[in-house]
């Protein structure tokens, strides 16, 4: 399957207990969605395996337990694996906002014309969108605002954009 159907919504942390649960962590815009769904991706080998919900316990952390895992030992295979769901899962606003955000991972960022490099992730934020972008050696973050961006090229993956003096400084 495309790797851009699949869009990352959170991350498997710890086990909890002794049958197999396992803390999770969900960025809010997706939690319907996944309630909804009630399945997951995780990429192993290449492919997007299902993993399919058996519950939710919503304690200080979201628990999920999921159907086949029986074991913490099982479950600890699982420890800090991104966790997707595909594009077409997506129902709510927030959540298809975000997704379509992601579709920017690899796209090219140049400044006043000059190449600042490639977009490695991008984070919702209550008001804004960020990008994550390796720059001179460290991971920066600029924000992908609308009048901050200039033009924008889908095919060959670039934006152009007019960026605050500094800001690539930070």
């Given amino acids: 399957m495309s790797e851009s159907r699949f869009v990352p919504i959170g991350?498997?942390?710890?086990?909890?207990?002794?049958i197999g649960e396992i803390r999770l962590h969900v960025e809010e815009e997706f939690l319907d969605d996944l309630d909804t769904c009630g399945h997951f991706?995780?990429?192993k080998r290449g492919s997007y395996e299902?993993?399919?919900?058996?519950?939710?316990?919503?304690?200080?952390?979201?628990?999920?337990?999921?159907?086949?895992?029986?074991?913490?030992?099982?479950?600890?295979?699982?420890?800090?694996?991104?966790?997707?769901?595909?594009?077409?899962d997506i129902r709510s606003k927030s959540?298809?906002?975000?997704?379509?955000?992601t579709q920017l991972i690899g796209y090219e960022v140049f400044n006043h014309g000059e190449r600042v490099g490639t977009i490695e992730g991008i984070q919702q934020m209550p008001h804004q969108v960020l990008a994550y972008i390796e720059f001179n050696g460290k991971t920066?973050?600029?924000?992908?605002?609308?009048?901050?961006?200039?033009?924008?090229?889908?095919?060959?993956?670039?934006?152009?954009?007019?960026?605050?003096?500094?800001?690539?400084n930070l």
């Fill in 41 to 43: 991706f995780i990429k």
């Fill in 140 to 168: 920066i973050i600029i924000p992908l605002h609308e009048s901050l961006i200039t033009s924008m090229n889908k095919n060959l993956k670039k934006i152009y954009m007019e960026l605050p003096e500094g800001i690539l």
């Fill in 50 to 88: 299902p993993f399919f919900i058996d519950y939710f316990k919503d304690s200080a952390d979201l628990v999920v337990k999921i159907e086949e895992i029986e074991s913490p030992e099982a479950a600890s295979a699982l420890n800090l694996k991104q966790v997707y769901l595909r594009r077409e």
């Fill in 11 to 18: 991350q498997l942390l710890k086990t909890v207990g002794t």
């Fill in 95 to 101: 959540g298809k906002n975000i997704a379509s955000m």
